[in-house]
């Protein structure tokens, strides 16, 4: 237990790799990441039929590999193959010594990986919904709106979901208002 305790501690310590290539002052980490897609789990509509502990256990899941083969983008010339095959080895790896709650834990990991379920496809529109909040709230802490287009451009037309569609929404308007207001200043 205690190995597993360090090798998931290492993701507080992480930073997430598409931050870091931008040259993002103090990126967040991993577990940051990971932190705030389950809190927003818990914002699911209850009309729609998805489990909520599922969400939760699986937002909390769904990067864990990468404190094993760490936080691998499109920019550090992996192929997606070989990041899923290396990112399940490193799952198995974490989850052998945990008996059934590793087996939980793995098959959580898989059925996000493959986009086999309403929860896994829900919690993949929660990490591009993370990923937008994240740039806009770097864009407003650096006084640099519009800087991160690049993330917006990648991310927000996949989300799925009409409430979160509606979150996407709310984050360009506000972001629109802020880079029209800096426009204005200048």
Not at 56 to 84: F, N, R
Not at 155 to 179: C, H, W, Y
């Amino acid at each position: 237990m205690i190995d597993f305790m360090e090798l998931i501690g290492r993701l507080k310590h992480l930073k997430r790799t598409g931050w870091v290539i931008r040259n993002v002052p103090d990126p967040e980490t991993i577990s940051g990441h990971m932190y705030r897609m389950a809190i927003l789990s818990f914002l699911v509509d209850p009309k729609v039929n998805l489990d909520k502990s599922k969400l939760i256990e699986m937002a909390l899941v769904h990067d864990l590999a990468e404190c094993i083969v760490g936080d691998i983008t499109p920019h550090c010339g992996v192929s997606p193959e070989d990041k899923h095959r290396m990112e399940d080895k490193a799952m198995e790896e974490i989850c052998k010594d945990l008996g059934d709650r590793g087996t939980e834990m793995l098959q959580l990991f898989r059925e996000y990986e493959k986009q086999e379920s309403p929860e896994a496809r829900y919690v993949k529109d929660l990490d591009r919904i993370d990923l937008l909040m994240q740039a806009f709230e770097y864009e407003k802490r650096d006084n640099s709106p519009g800087n991160l287009q690049e993330f917006f451009n990648a991310t927000q037309e996949k989300i799925n979901d009409p409430f979160l569609g509606d979150i996407v929404k709310e984050i360009n308007s506000q972001r629109a208002a802020m880079i029209k207001f800096q426009k204005n200043s200048n």
